[in-house]
């Protein structure tokens, strides 16, 4: 905290602003899952896709985003997501212990595969991420369960009436988003947030002032490795069969980068504005085949020339709007209003 003639500068970390965002992000997770009581099946099975889409978004974003590692093969973790869930219900577990517990094995699969991916920087290590993509689909190809391209299914799904399963997938979906969300934005917050927007601004400089380089990328790496393949095994529950060309298709990323580009690169908001940005045009346009594709690339191509820091971080730079911060702000202060104890300043100003 400083002070001049005009009154006290102090550094803040919460603004009234931003605690109405918190408040209204916790009411409006709240809503969320009351929002199966009055919505039609047909409404409750859209959402959950918008859950998966926000998932995808969040953690391609925290990766890319706020640690500098630029992915065009985190489809790998999507496909390895299903192809998991798949694999431990055919050894006998039930459908949603399987997504929870996929989820969790492809997390610990990424934390080899990241101490060599992770000694790739920039275009090396985007490339070198999608050569494992492919990579892995051979691999899985060759499972007898899974027959190749023809794939299979998630059975036991099956034992689930149709709307106890609707339910359950939607609830789990939800779930999932909101707790990687509110973990992410808890971890940006964080020492280790801190260092891994140091990391991304200048590696180099990051670690000539003591940040743990290695380890502190693993964090981000393993994390979305995680969250990719929660929302992989969640859209098999949604789909219930399982090709591997659909699952680790390049597509994936393709959407995770509209997704971020759009709403906002390195912004926390920004990812589930294009989150709800894609699905509205897919809800739209996405039967219309090559059309839809090519609309896609359109509109990436306008925002990449005429709003290059996406929307949210346009609406950021206009109107000063931070609802979710994860850093800190210097404001002013009043005499008046900082005439109170040093504590009490210190207080409110962090």
């Known amino acids: ?54 998932i995808l978004a969040l953690m391609w974003n925290a990766l890319a985003g706020f640690a500098g590692l630029v992915s065009v093969g985190h489809q790998v973790f999507f496909g390895l997501g299903a192809y998991a869930a798949v694999r431990f219900a055919d050894a006998g577990l039930g459908p949603y212990p399987a997504m929870v517990l996929a989820a969790f094995a492809v997390a610990l699969v990424s934390i080899p595969m990241s101490f060599f991916m992770l000694r790739l920087r920039g275009g090396e290590f985007a490339i070198g991420m999608w050569v494992v993509a492919a990579l892995t689909h051979l691999v899985v190809n060759l499972d007898t369960l899974v027959k190749g391209e023809t794939g299979t299914s998630l059975i036991t799904l099956q034992q689930y009436e149709a709307e106890p399963r609707r339910l359950m997938t939607y609830w789990l979906a939800l779930a999932t988003m909101a707790g990687l969300a509110w973990g ?129 971080g346009a609406i950021e730079q206009r109107w000063h709007i931070n609802l979710l911060p994860i850093g800190y702000h210097l404001s002013d202060r009043s005499d008046g209003t900082a005439a109170q104890s040093g504590h009490r300043q210190d207080a409110d100003c962090l």
């Open 1 to 54: 905290m400083t002070s001049n003639s005009q009154g006290t500068r102090c550094v803040r970390r919460w603004t009234s602003q931003s605690r109405c965002g918190v408040a209204l992000l916790a009411l409006s997770q709240l809503a969320l899952g009351l929002a199966p009581l009055v919505l039609s099946t047909a409404a409750v099975d859209r959402l959950t896709i918008l859950f998966i889409y926000g």
């Open 184 to 312: 992410v934005f808890f971890l940006l917050r964080s020492r280790a947030g801190a260092a891994l927007q140091a990391i991304r601004d200048d590696e180099e400089a990051a670690a000539s002032v003591g940040i743990t380089v290695m380890p502190t990328k693993r964090l981000i790496f393993v994390l979305s490795a995680f969250g990719c393949a929660a929302a992989g095994a969640l859209w098999l529950a949604t789909a219930v069969t399982f090709q591997p060309k659909t699952y680790f298709g390049a597509q994936w990323t393709a959407y995770m980068l509209f997704m971020v580009l759009v709403g906002g690169l390195g912004t926390f908001e920004g990812p589930v504005i294009g989150a709800v940005l894609f699905f509205t045009i897919e809800s739209l346009f996405g039967g219309t085949g090559v059309t839809y594709l090519i609309g896609l690339g359109a509109v990436a191509v306008v925002f990449a020339l005429f709003l290059p820091k996406g929307i949210w």
